[in-house]
């Protein structure tokens, strides 16, 4: 009995090669609607649907497929007698080879203006049903979902007259990734439009972007996705100009410091190691903003991530290449820029579209056995009610100086204290376990610049010992969230220094 091939795509490229290979290889070819009439205006006989289930394509094509003389043909185990006696007696013939891509519902629901009609008519209903039914018996059918697999699937058959049993359940396996990826696309759709918060059930999925060198440390394997329909501005969509492949911690590093650059609209530039930021600063122009970053830390930041937010120019540049960094990301470089930067080899440079919409996206963070979902972190000082709490109203330069501080704090790991004046970081301590701890890290690296500068905590000070080392190393303002049954001991002690303490009401913890 010759064998007979079910070939029904959305994506048409390659198909007219493929189905032609196949017809010479002894297949008859089984097809519906568009992709029928393309193969037919292409020279190759095809047998319409319809022809075998003796029914009409209805309902808009809705339903052509849905048939037991398809799914039986896809489904029957061919070693099993009564599957056998069963389809003769329907007239029920076994497909051999079924080769489906689905309507684009992906592409549909990421058009800015797509409407609730449009993406519900782009479900693909017949297609996964026979993909998945191909799958599940891909002990006699081989199933195709890739068109990338095209040529490969082709030589396996001249060279072994079918797809090997390995290579039909790897080929199975793809089609469930597939199906359980665009159902995925769906259900989070589905439950947007419903306006669903915590559903019973999270389906997410995301793509391969890259297979990783190693982890976090050299022993750990490690491999990088993206979102398909995530954010543009994000360094799973990034555009790599130059250097070496990135790693696993460049990715989380030059993440943080995106995270953190989207905070500013004036000229400004972000030195992250280790996913801490170790300088910020702003100016008038990129270069003096990189200036200011360099200068909050001119250690730290050696190996370090840099993101600026303006087109990086030839004078930055010369000032980035005097130092070893591991990637810079901006929105774009001049040409002479890239001349000065590419005279390294390894160094990563990265442009991403800053004036992209910032997408909000939940955060997931996985744990053992779980996952933990949040939405994503967007509170502004524009959003807050603030309230100096103190005596004393801080001055304008206090102002911006404390603006500053808590755009940074926000993205410091907890505890987390940042030391500033008005256009850079004079200190940053992170990740302490406890408040004053963190504070003492920031002062001491600000030294005698602490003198008249601001400090910006993530979160409410339970005693007043933080209060009283600012005093000491000259800080004059303070920004926090208050909300301590201890708050006026801190008020109280600000007071006592003559320092103009600013209560946001709302913390940043980040841990």
């Known amino acids: 009995m010759k064998k007979r091939a079910l070939i029904s795509v959305s994506d048409k490229s390659g198909i007219v090669e493929f189905a032609r290979e196949l017809q010479e290889l002894g297949y008859d070819i089984i097809s519906t609607g568009g992709t029928k009439n393309i193969l037919l205006d292409n020279g190759i006989f095809v ?9 009409p394509e209805i309902m808009e094509g809705r339903v052509k497929t ?4 398809i799914h039986g043909g896809l489904l029957a185990k061919r070693d099993v007698e009564e599957h056998r006696r069963q389809m003769e007696e ?33 479900i693909d209903i017949g297609g996964p049903t026979m993909l998945r039914a191909a799958a599940k018996n891909h002990k006699y059918v081989t199933v195709v979902v890739d068109s990338q697999d ?22 199975a396996a793809k089609v469930f990734r597939h199906t359980a990826a665009y159902d995925a696309y769906i259900s989070q759709f589905m439950t947007d439009l419903a306006g669903e918060e915590n559903p019973e059930a999270m389906t997410v999925t995301y793509e391969l972007k890259q297979t990783l060198r190693y982890g976090e440390n050299p022993h750990q394997k490690a491999a990088f996705y993206k979102q398909p329909l995530g954010s543009e501005y994000s360094v799973a969509q990034a555009r790599q100009l130059h250097g070496k492949e990135l790693s696993y911690n460049n990715i989380n590093d030059a993440n943080a410091a995106l995270q953190i650059i989207k905070e500013f609209d004036e000229p400004a530039s972000v030195a992250v190691k280790h996913m801490n930021p170790c300088g910020v600063g702003t100016g008038k122009t990129i270069e003096e903003a990189f200036a200011k970053a360099y200068e909050a830390d001119s250690t730290s930041i050696f190996g370090g991530i840099v993101a600026l937010n303006r087109v990086v120019d030839e004078d930055t540049a010369q000032r980035l290449h005097e130092i070893f960094l591991e990637i810079i990301i901006a929105p774009s470089f001049t040409d002479r820029a890239m001349e000065i930067l590419t005279g390294k080899k390894n160094i990563r440079l990265l442009t991403v579209p800053f004036d992209t919409v910032k997408k909000v996206e939940d955060k997931l963070v996985s744990i053992e056995g779980g996952l933990l979902v949040q939405e ?15 005596k004393r109203e801080p001055t304008e330069s206090e102002w911006e100086a404390m603006k500053l501080g808590w755009k940074v704090v926000k993205h410091v790991k907890s505890n987390a204290i940042v030391v500033a004046d008005k256009d850079m970081t004079l200190g940053i301590g992170a990740g302490q376990m406890n408040r004053v701890g963190a504070a003492n890290i920031a002062l001491e690296q600000a030294g005698a610049k602490a003198e008249g500068a601001a400090m910006a905590s993530d979160a409410f000070f339970p005693m007043d ?6 005093a000491k190393a000259g800080i004059t303002a303070i920004i926090q969230p208050g909300g301590s049954i201890r708050d006026e001991d801190s008020i109280k002690k600000a007071d006592e220094y003559g320092i103009t303490m600013v209560m946001t009401g709302v913390r940043h913890f980040k841990h």
């Open 376 to 390: 994503d972190d967007t509170f502004t000082l524009e959003d807050a009610d603030l309230k100096v709490a103190t």
């Open 150 to 171: 095209y040529d490969m699937i082709i030589n396996e058959i001249k060279a072994n007259g079918e797809a090997p049993e390995l290579l039909r359940k790897k080929l």
């Open 465 to 470: 010992d933080t209060v009283e080392a600012a």
């Open 66 to 69: 849905l048939h037991p003389k």
């Open 47 to 55: 047998t319409g649907v319809e022809e075998v289930t003796g029914f």
């Open 90 to 122: 329907q007239e029920i013939f076994p497909i051999d080879l079924v080769c489906v891509n689905l309507y684009p519902f992906q592409q549909t629901i990421a058009k800015p203006n797509v409407t609730e009609e449009d993406a519900i008519e782009n």
